[in-house]
């Protein structure tokens, strides 16, 4: 492991941000004057919010105190901003003199006046909507980042765009991965010493992960830093080269699935950089395909991959890495936030970075050298292993944990991991670290009979095998087993002080104040605030929508804002079962996306526009052998699954296939699946991956489950 150190310029910029005034606030500043400098002092402009974490150091604290326990429930609404697309919303805004700066879902970027909610301008880069398929958990994406008068901004299709702050206007364009692949972006660019870093998504399918910085003026290249080897284990031209000479190709067999998919690794969200230390931080994803022994029977650690890598930002030189899982078979990626902080610990203060990734456990490492100070289970059902080696930093497994063992295996966390995208908060008031987790069971199962599909999911994971029973008590119970959490960790007690239990698994990112207060949104529509210190609720209201976003707040003219991004967007189901009409079963609206935006004494309205399941009537009867059906169902779970979610219960952003008009004959589910009949809305064909036969047996499978649901939905009791 090779050590960092601090260099001569992250000291000075650190001395020409302070300047001796660390507890006095700066002047305002122009989009246009937004540099490091600036971002590095941004605790001296507390009003504003300049990158995606507010500060480097990716806190999501805001230091504005107006808003308080004794106040909140005060808080109105100050204004919305609709955004155009009823898809997910993941975005944090940045807020710097007085405009405020999203995306939406398909990468579009806005420019709102972040007092009046006026829409400034809108920017449409134009994906090709057929590219959505590529997009394992929708095209969503999670905001922008700002430099010296530019909005930069990743698409789904991997471009990367430098616009005009004031106009919209396109400045320079990047195409930044091969677009022939499955690559996408979803993540929010990072801006570090003059360069746009930017990572990609895409491992389910099958590519190459990586991160690349731009110059931020030009758009050239001057770095990239690849996360698995070459396949041929030979150099890249590529500032990676070093570390994989070194270290890295030693840690991959010769041969194996991986020589085809490119092994994964992508570096699709976390990310957080040290101005004194000049160290640039990255969270590095899973393996393609997740299964370790179709990937590599050397069953070898296959570094990058669920790592936490330390490089140069200048030149992308190797500093550091940690991998959290040695051998990744489970979609456990290290790409959740990344934070750092400087703790005390004992009598020392350490300076730290703190992670809690998709595998239950929260890590504190020196974050100089990488060193592991503590791993700890932040959710107590983790059952894939029972605790970390704290000497040599590796997992302590269960046993038949790798399913590829045991055939099949009920896993917690599953591949949507403990804690996901949802970004979490640091509080230095309370020393406590706000961490959005979930409980979401899987059966894990091995694929034996696996074949590379180019373009397709590509996990080796049999989904069909692994499913829980189709029936109506089955999935309830399954339902019922799944929760969310807001847990408070102290990383210095190395455990929760305190925690917030949700009936419904996939809460939403946080904000942490001076005043006290943490700001969540939840599965239910509702957007909370709780005692930062005890958890205590405070206040909340209905968002209309799940507000699963990171929450940001920003001041004008002396008034402090709370914003949040609403709109839902994967396969899982809201809330309500089959036919259900309560108000908590909202689904897919043409209005659904939004910014919304809180003060003291706001009197703005929301709108929402609830739309409602569909009536369970299947559209034809059952047909077909109880062979074809099984044949379908393995042929839905392993291809149709991710995005018309569990057992074809979708979550309403896609069409419900159960409902649909499109199975109702053989021609017209053709045209959709094959024919590409809806390719410009996100479902391209599927002629190179299913056969006219295997398309007739999906479609058994979904009329069987309709015709399923709407038996059990005409058996269940009328709602109160």
């Known amino acids: 492991m090779k050590f960092g150190v601090a260099l001569a310029a992250g000291a000075a910029l650190l001395a020409i941000a302070s300047c001796g005034e660390a507890n006095k606030a700066l002047a305002p500043i122009t989009a246009a004057e937004v540099n490091g400098a600036v971002i590095i002092a941004a605790d001296q402009r507390p009003g504003i919010w300049l990158s995606h974490g507010r500060t480097y150091s990716e806190q999501r604290y805001s230091p504005l105190k107006q808003v308080t326990a004794d106040n909140v429930t005060s808080l109105g609404v100050a204004w919305t901003g609709d955004l155009d697309t009823n898809r997910g919303m993941e975005a944090t805004p940045i807020v710097v003199d007085g405009v405020m700066y999203l995306t939406s879902a398909w990468s579009v970027a806005y420019a709102y006046n972040a007092k009046t909610g006026e829409r400034l301008w809108k920017f449409d880069p134009e994906v090709d909507r057929a590219r959505g398929v590529s997009a394992c958990c929708d095209v969503v994406n999670r905001g922008v980042a700002i430099w010296e008068g530019m909005i930069y901004v990743g698409t789904i299709d991997g471009r990367l765009i430098a616009l005009d702050a004031k106009t919209g206007e396109k400045k320079w364009e990047q195409v930044t991965v091969d677009q022939s692949k499955p690559y996408t972006i979803t993540g929010a660019p990072r801006v570090v010493k003059g360069k746009v870093i930017i990572g990609n998504g895409g491992a389910e399918l099958g590519v190459r992960g990586y991160i690349s910085a731009y110059d931020a003026k030009s758009g050239e290249m001057t770095w990239r830093f690849y996360m698995t080897p070459n396949p041929n284990k030979q150099p890249d031209n590529a500032a990676s080269d070093k570390f994989f000479a070194d270290i890295g190709n030693a840690s991959w067999g010769d041969n194996g699935e991986w020589t085809e998919t490119g092994g994964g690794g992508t570096s699709w969200d976390g990310m957080a950089y040290d101005p004194d230390l000049d160290i640039f931080y990255v969270g590095v994803g899973n393996g393609s395909p997740w299964n370790q022994r179709l ?24 500093v550091w ?9 489970w979609d456990y990626t290290a ?6 902080a400087d703790l005390k610990i004992g009598e020392e203060t350490k300076k730290v970075l703190m992670q809690a990734p998709k595998n239950g456990f929260f890590y504190v490492l020196d974050r100089a050298t990488g060193k592991l100070i503590s791993a700890d289970k932040y959710q107590d059902n983790v059952n894939w292993a029972s605790g970390v080696d704290l000497t040599t930093g590796r997992p302590v497994e269960a046993v038949n944990a790798r399913y590829e063992e045991a055939q099949t295996q009920l896993q917690i966390p599953g591949p949507l991991g403990s804690h996901n995208w949802h970004p979490m908060a640091f509080s230095p008031d309370t020393g406590l670290v706000y961490i959005p987790a979930h409980t979401l069971p899987t059966v894990y199962a091995d694929m034996e009979n696996f074949r590379y599909r180019p373009g397709a999911w590509n996990t080796g994971t049999d989904f069909a095998a692994a499913a829980l029973p189709t029936e109506m008590s089955s999935r309830i119970a399954a339902a019922a087993a799944s929760k969310g959490q807001l847990v408070a960790w102290d990383p210095v007690a190395k455990k929760p002080k305190w925690v917030h239990d949700y009936p419904n698994a996939w809460n939403g990112g946080i904000l942490a104040t001076g005043g006290g207060l ?22 909340e209201t209905d968002t209309g929508y799940p507000a699963l976003s990171g929450p940001i707040s920003y001041e004008i003219d002396g008034e402090q804002y709370i914003a949040v991004t609403a709109g839902w967007g994967t396969a899982l189901p809201l809330a309500g079962g089959v036919g259900s009409r309560d108000g908590a079963a909202r689904l897919a609206s043409p209005a659904m996306g939004k910014v919304v935006v809180f003060k003291i004494g706001g009197k703005g309205e929301l709108v929402t526009d609830e739309s409602f399941p569909p009536d369970p009537t299947p559209v034809a009867d059952d047909f077909g052998s109880l062979a074809q059906i099984e044949h379908g169902r393995e042929l839905f779970f392993n291809n149709c699954m991710v995005c018309h979610g569990d057992s074809a219960q979708s979550g309403g952003i896609v069409t419900d296939l159960r409902w649909a008009p499109a199975p109702a004959t053989k021609e017209t589910f053709a045209e959709v699946v094959i024919g590409g009949k809806y390719a410009t809305a996100g479902m391209a064909s599927f002629a190179k991956v299913l056969t006219p036969d295997d398309v007739e047996s999906v479609r058994a499978y979904i009329i069987n489950r309709a015709n399923e649901d709407a038996k059990a939905a005409a ?3 009328a709602p109160n």
């Not at 590599?296 to 790592?307: E, G, I, T, W």
């Not at 890495?321 to 078979?329: I, L, R, S, V």
């Open 295 to 318: 990937r590599d029977p050397s069953a070898k650690d296959n570094l990058l991959l669920s790592s936490i890598l330390a490089i140069k930002p200048d030149t992308g030189e190797y």
């Open 321 to 329: 890495h940690y991998q959290t899982t040695p051998g990744e078979t």
């Open 335 to 340: 790409t959740q936030p990344i934070m750092l």
């Open 518 to 539: 943490v700001f969540q949104g939840a599965l239910d529509g509702k957007f909370r605030a709780f005692d930062a210190a005890t958890g205590a609720p405070k206040w």
């Open 715 to 717: 058996a269940a009791p």
